[in-house]
């Protein structure tokens, strides 16, 4: 590990001493592990082997038990039962600091970072270079720029955490937990908020820590990624370890049937209707982020945008949404020209929005489902002065009912609920509002195979009752296979648009990245 | 995430029932002083005693309400003891200048009203943090207040208002009425109204809130001057009952307020909160001040037991709200 070891190594690695794993023998046993929590039983007693020097990529939906096992992994939780052999001996991994001591870290889908601290600061954070009680920023910040520019990553080791994109900040999370020399190195999603380059300096980065001998666990709901990526898969589904296969010797078809006994076909669900009025258009429309977009949206069909994260999509979306001042530009609603100058205005008019994040934008976590999924229909209702508390239920109820999220109660706190059940909620919130257009802005980020599908199946049930649909998102395959028309979005302008299907793959990356 | 899904499929306990839970709590602890008190001491069952304790608590309750409207959205009013102490000045002059009782009640409330949007206008409009504008104003205010009376205090001779807070109806004093006055409105505008929810969901995440077509700028204006509004309307109940009106008065209530608030649970980084919570504490306190008194407990030790009070009941808080994930 060139450049990394330098810093990496001023750990103690507890390894067994004298003999470190040959590559391609295991490193990491897991026998019939277990966790329970309650009478729930979160990982059924799985048998799993890591080998040295692998990329081995786990894959399942959510509440498959993933999440569970990296906990296992890093000492976060303890397991029920079950033994774990690390470099063929038993260990507890009874806490985070065990395994990070052991050379077991973890890059999690959410950066867990310090956003007000400097690239350099959060890369040492807790291993402060020191000198007789000083730190020594200077030497900490030059390190972490040796480390960054070794692995290609253009980031400045002196700027503030929090100014980077979020794509930037896993880069980070990733180079400190490569610098730690780390031997076995979980990915949890790693791309899910990653640009296609950052994703590519991302493998990069994961293909040259394997070929120093780091162990590598990936774990994503791109299957793409799996295949590009590992050496082995293994698949979990409802905490139940169900089968491992060499990537060479599987393909996207068997995993999904694995993990979700459905077929492919079934996934993306694209049905075909007759497009009515138009609902809205646009005509050189500009604001923060975005200019001289114009585009219509008809009843009945999918218009997709597709582009880089940070290309204007998201950015039009909220301009078109009244949350941004527009500078330029006409919007007409049905074909009227209105103004939209508040969120407000827009409900009024029917446009509904599920925004990009939904922790930041689109649910208040800590409070109920039921509040949430009411909150932009408090007004209707409420009866005089008061909220009509039967409707209330009822409508919530009703959403929990029809959008089939797992929850026992419309009491339980939208934070208890996992990405793809939030997502849920996110969408539930606008089908009682009785909205016309509805913009998805990257409704798939981080939901698995089978909660992807029932939501592209509820965009034919919208379409079908008359609506239509402004489908934002990041994952080429998704934006292709579902819209009527693609719009490709580079710099905040519109630099591309295509019929279904009309456009190859290649064609729409190359006006999305400006080749 | 899917240890999460996991363990809602299980089942956590709804919240209602938990938030129903912690209420009974309190006035088992309440209940618990009372009747400690009573064994305790020969004075605290007498109806004097009774009438000076709904007395010393209505204040803090109603203070401490309309501060739970505010810690919902994840503010902070610091202001509010300054506030009663301003208020309490406003209309001892105002009374004294000869202004009829009806109006000087009413312009009072009004200065309340005013001091509430100020807050809200530096909040939404300047950005400054909640707890910087009603920091300024709470020195501002008592340095107006004094200027008024230039240090002195104002008395009031209105005999029909002092009188107030003296009297009793149906043997219950004026003043604990007071608290129902306020906690019933407060009850059905927090609980049952959607501007209540609306105050939850700014709390929880303003953002998604806006993006839910909730005026997030409306509902911190309707946070802040409910709190205000409540602080000008203890600086009458409070003047009525010294009968003088003093700026300096009231120092230190926006702890008494914030304490009553948290130990009733409500989180002070927002979304979680009652009405019920903030009296429950308010009398928790008063009872203990009460009995300390009547114990002979030196009166700072009254200060220590209060700082314990929070840390104990925020910590089970804490405990709670850990095992609930």
């Known amino acids: ?515 | 995430m899917s240890v999460e899904t996991v363990e809602s499929s299980a089942g956590p306990t709804p919240r209602k029932g938990i938030s129903i839970l912690f209420g009974l709590t309190l006035v088992g602890l309440l209940l618990f002083l009372w009747l400690l008190l009573g064994f305790a001491t020969n004075s605290f069952w007498t109806p004097n005693n009774i009438s000076n304790l709904l007395r010393q608590g209505a204040m803090t309750a109603i203070l401490a309400v309309g501060q739970t409207f505010v810690i919902i959205t994840a503010g902070i009013d610091l202001s509010v003891g300054a506030v009663v102490g301003f208020t309490s000045v406003i209309v001892a002059w105002l009374l004294a200048a000869g202004v009829p009782l009806w109006l000087a009640l009413i312009a009072t409330l009004a200065i309340g009203v005013l001091i509430g949007a100020f807050h809200a206008f530096g909040i939404v409009r300047m950005g400054l943090p909640a707890f910087i504008i009603t920091l300024a104003t709470l020195t501002s205010l008592r340095g107006i207040g004094l200027l008024i009376t230039n240090g002195s205090t104002i008395s009031i001779t209105n005999e029909a208002f002092t009188n107030f807070s003296r009297a009793d109806f149906l043997g219950v004093p004026s003043l604990f009425w007071m608290v129902i006055v306020v906690a019933v409105p407060a009850y059905i505008f927090l609980h049952l109204s959607r501007f209540g929810r609306y105050l939850f969901a700014v709390g929880s995440n303003a953002e998604a809130a806006r993006l839910s077509g909730v005026n997030v700028n409306r509902t911190t204006y309707l946070a802040y001057i409910l709190s205000s509004t409540c602080a000008a309307f203890v600086g009458l109940l409070l003047a009525s009952r010294i009968g003088i009106g003093n700026a300096t008065q009231a120092e230190g209530w926006e702890l008494q307020a914030i304490a009553s608030s948290v130990i009733g649970g409500t989180s002070l980084f927002g979304a979680v909160g009652s009405v019920h919570g903030p009296l429950l504490g308010a009398f928790i306190l008063a009872t203990i001040n009460n009995g300390a008194n009547l114990l002979n407990v030196n009166s700072f030790w009254q200060r220590i037991i209060t700082g314990l009070l929070i840390i104990v009941i925020v910590y089970f808080d804490q405990l709670r709200r850990r095992g609930e994930r």
């Open chain 1, 1 to 515: 590990m060139i450049g990394l070891q330098e810093v990496g190594h001023r750990h103690e690695l507890r390894t067994p001493a004298g003999h470190p794993v040959p590559k391609g023998e295991p490193i990491l046993e897991l026998h019939s592990l277990r966790k329970n929590y309650g009478a729930v039983e979160a990982l059924k007693p799985a048998t799993m082997t890591f080998l040295s020097g692998e990329v081995h990529a786990i894959v399942g939906e959510n509440g498959a038990g993933k999440s569970t096992l990296i906990k296992l992994l890093t000492g976060v939780i303890t397991r029920t039962a079950g033994e774990i052999l690390w470099c063929g001996e038993p260990v507890q991994l009874a806490n985070p600091n065990e395994a990070i001591s052991r050379g077991i870290n973890a890059v999690h889908q959410e950066v867990v970072l310090c956003p007000h601290l400097s690239v350099a600061a959060n890369m040492f954070l807790g291993d402060e270079m020191n000198r007789r009680g000083l730190m020594r920023k200077r030497a900490m910040t030059d390190a972490a720029q040796g480390v960054l520019d070794d692995l290609g990553f253009n980031l400045p080791a002196g700027a503030v955490l929090g100014s980077l994109t979020i794509g930037q900040q896993q880069l980070v999370a990733t180079a400190r937990a490569a610098m730690r020399g780390t031997q076995f190195l979980i990915f949890d999603e790693p791309t899910a908020y990653l640009t296609r380059q950052e994703s590519e300096q991302l493998f990069r980065l994961i293909r040259r820590l394997q070929s120093e001998g780091v162990t590598i666990v990936y774990i994503s709901h791109r299957l793409e990624e799996v295949f590009e990526l590992a050496d082995r898969v293994s698949v979990l589904r409802d905490g139940t370890h169900v089968g491992t296969r060499a990537t060479g010797e599987t393909n996207e078809a068997e995993l999904i049937a694995l993990m979700i006994n459905r077929t492919i076909e079934q996934i993306y669900h694209k049905e075909h209707f007759t497009a009515g009025e138009t609902l809205v258009e646009t005509r050189g429309l500009s604001g923060p982020g975005f200019a001289d977009v114009s585009l219509t949206v008809k009843a009945g069909e999918i218009v997709g945008l597709y582009g880089l994260i940070g290309a204007g999509r998201s950015e039009f979306a909220l301009g078109l949404y009244g949350r941004h001042r527009l500078s330029a530009g006409e919007v007409f609603w049905q074909g009227s020209k209105v103004e939209i100058d508040s969120e407000r205005k827009a409900m009024e008019l029917g446009i509904a929005l599920a925004p990009e994040s939904r922790r930041d934008q689109g649910l208040c976590l800590n409070l109920p489902i039921g509040l949430n999924i009411n909150l932009p229909v408090f007004r209707k209702l409420t009866r005089g002065l008061t909220i009509n508390r039967a409707a209330e239920a009822a409508n919530a109820d009703r959403q929990i009912r029809d959008l089939k999220i797992k929850t026992p109660s419309r009491r339980v706190l939208a934070s208890a609920m996992s990405g793809g059940n939030q997502q849920k909620i996110v969408i539930g919130k606008w089908l009682s509002h009785g909205a016309k257009l509805f913009i998805f802005d990257e409704p798939t980020v981080g939901v698995d195979v089978g909660t992807k599908a029932e939501i592209y199946r509820l965009f034919a049930r919208l379409l079908e009752k008359g609506a239509g649909i402004i489908l934002i998102s990041s994952y080429l395959p998704e934006v292709y296979e579902l819209s009527d028309r693609l719009h490709v979005f580079r710099q905040g302008r519109l630099v591309g648009s295509h019929g279904y299907r009309t456009a190859s793959h290649e064609e729409v990356l190359a006006q999305a990245i400006g080749a």
